[in-house]
Structures are given as structure tokens and as C-alpha cells.
């Protein structure tokens, strides 16, 4: 197992990640997850709930250790997480919030940042004053106010009206795209994912692996009806093309383990 930085790129090569059950059994959750997100993308991994994108999110982060291959994050390795909570302590004001993540930021980068995400009139409210489009946008500039090198986003829009998760969603491509953030998300949403992305993941229920990458021609650009409709089809071919490759795997497996037993 590996948990490192140093590259130029995050490369995730997960072999297998497995849980030992109430019961006694093995869970398996991840099997040959393996992905590369360059310097500067953004990756959206999609998949069925349940199918093991939270603890790969774990694994990335560093929250979990146990499990076989390898993990190598971009240069330097610092961290900004995006929960699906803002997970704000209430008795402290905004600014403290973003302060206690990044003690370092100077008052002009918060003042740029506050400005860029609407909260430059709401720095020194407390949590329990905001609505709940505020105190996501709290949570994003929390994660951009430790200038990381990878921006880890866990279904940071749900629950949101279609309204506001596409206003927040246009804020979030601005500010990754301006200040060149690795950045991968993790969504329900494939409008949100073509929406953001560079890269869309599309992941296999549990144990999760990644049956099929689609690249965005004009990433977190306004799309034309008809180039929608064609990343639309893209996925769907490309989804078509992984499932009949992970039906062949399962079934080169499924013999392969019947030979083991029965080898004559």
C-alpha cells in the first residue's frame, strides 16, 4: 500500500478493498479500481449509491489505509475536502470557520475569495444566519482558502433545488478553472458531472471498478443542445462498450475459479 505525493497527476490503483462483516464474512467494495487525473482536471466519478465512492473517497483522502494498491497524489499532496454537509461549528463566525482550515490566508486572498463566492457581506455572520446556499459556498471557500494541490468534492450540491445547485455549480467551474486545482467530485448527476468535468468516471455497482471514461470536449463550457445530446450518446456507447468488457471479466473470472476446483 502507498499513500503518496510527488506526482504530477493524482493515480489511483486500488487492487482491492475489502470490509469484515457483524457476521463474520468478507465485503468486498472496491476491486481494480484504477484512474490518472492530470494536473489542472476535473474528474466526476459516477456511479449507482452504494457502490463504494465514499470509501474510495476515504482512501484517497487518507481517512483509510486498509486496503491493497497504491494511491500517489499531485505535487505536494495538500488536501481540500468538500463534504455533503458544510459541516460549519456554529459558535464560530464565517470568516473563523475558513480561518480554522487555513490560519495562513492573508485578508486580501479571503477578501478574493468571499468576493468570488458571494460572502463578502456575510463574513462575520454565524452559521445559524445563513441559508443553506450561503453555508455551501462557506464550504467551498473553506477548501479553496488552503490553496490545495487536489479538491476532493463528496455530493457537495445534494438536497439543493435545481436552481441553486446549478448556480453553485457555475461558481465552483469558475474557481477551479481560475486558480488550476486538480479537482475530482463525486455525483448522482450526470448533467452536474458533464457540467464540471474534464474526465467523467462511470463506476460498476459494488465492487466498484471504472467500466467506462468519457472525456468533455469543451469542459465546463455552455454546451449546445446538440453537443449535450452527443456526450449524452458517448456515455452511453461507452457504457454499453465496459459492461460487456466487466461481463467478460466476470465470466473469465467465474471460469477461472471453477478450473481451480475442478482442474481435470
Not at 487492487?15 to 476491486?31: C, D, F, H, N, P
Not at 482558502?145 to 439543493?160: G, R
Amino acid at each position: 500500500m502507498s499513500h503518496a505525493g510527488g506526482l504530477r497527476q493524482l493515480d489511483v490503483s486500488i487492487k482491492g478493498k475489502s470490509y469484515r462483516s457483524a457476521a463474520g464474512g468478507t465485503i468486498e467494495v472496491l476491486r481494480e479500481m484504477a484512474f490518472t487525473l492530470r494536473v489542472g482536471a476535473v474528474g466526476a466519478l459516477v456511479g449507482p449509491s452504494g457502490c463504494g465512492k465514499t470509501t474510495l473517497l476515504r482512501i484517497i483522502t487518507g481517512l483509510d489505509s486498509d486496503y491493497k494498491g497504491a494511491v500517489h497524489l499531485p505535487d505536494h499532496g495538500k488536501l481540500g475536502m468538500v463534504f455533503q454537509e458544510p459541516r460549519l461549528l456554529p459558535w464560530r463566525t464565517v470568516e473563523q470557520n475558513v480561518r480554522l482550515g487555513a490560519p495562513d490566508a492573508s485578508d486580501a486572498e479571503l477578501d478574493a475569495l468571499f468576493g468570488a463566492l458571494g460572502l463578502a457581506a456575510h463574513r462575520h455572520h454565524f452559521p445559524g444566519e445563513l441559508s443553506v446556499g450561503q453555508a455551501r459556498r462557506v464550504a467551498l471557500a473553506r477548501a479553496f482558502a488552503v490553496k490545495p494541490d487536489l479538491l476532493v468534492l463528496d455530493e457537495p450540491f445534494v438536497s439543493l433545488d435545481a436552481a441553486l445547485a446549478k448556480h453553485l455549480q457555475e461558481e465552483l467551474a469558475a474557481l477551479v478553472t481560475s486558480r488550476h486545482v486538480t479537482t475530482l467530485i463525486v455525483t448522482h448527476s450526470m448533467d452536474e458531472a458533464i457540467g464540471l468535468a474534464d474526465r467523467v468516471f462511470l463506476l460498476s455497482p459494488s465492487p466498484a471498478h471504472v467500466v467506462a471514461e468519457v472525456a468533455i470536449a469543451r469542459p465546463r463550457a455552455a454546451h449546445t443542445a446538440a453537443e449535450l445530446a452527443k456526450i449524452q450518446e458517448e456515455i452511453s456507447q461507452a457504457l454499453r462498450k465496459g459492461q460487456v468488457a466487466a461481463d467478460a471479466l466476470s465470466r473469465d473470472s467465474t471460469e477461472a475459479l471453477q478450473h481451480d476446483r475442478n482442474p481435470l
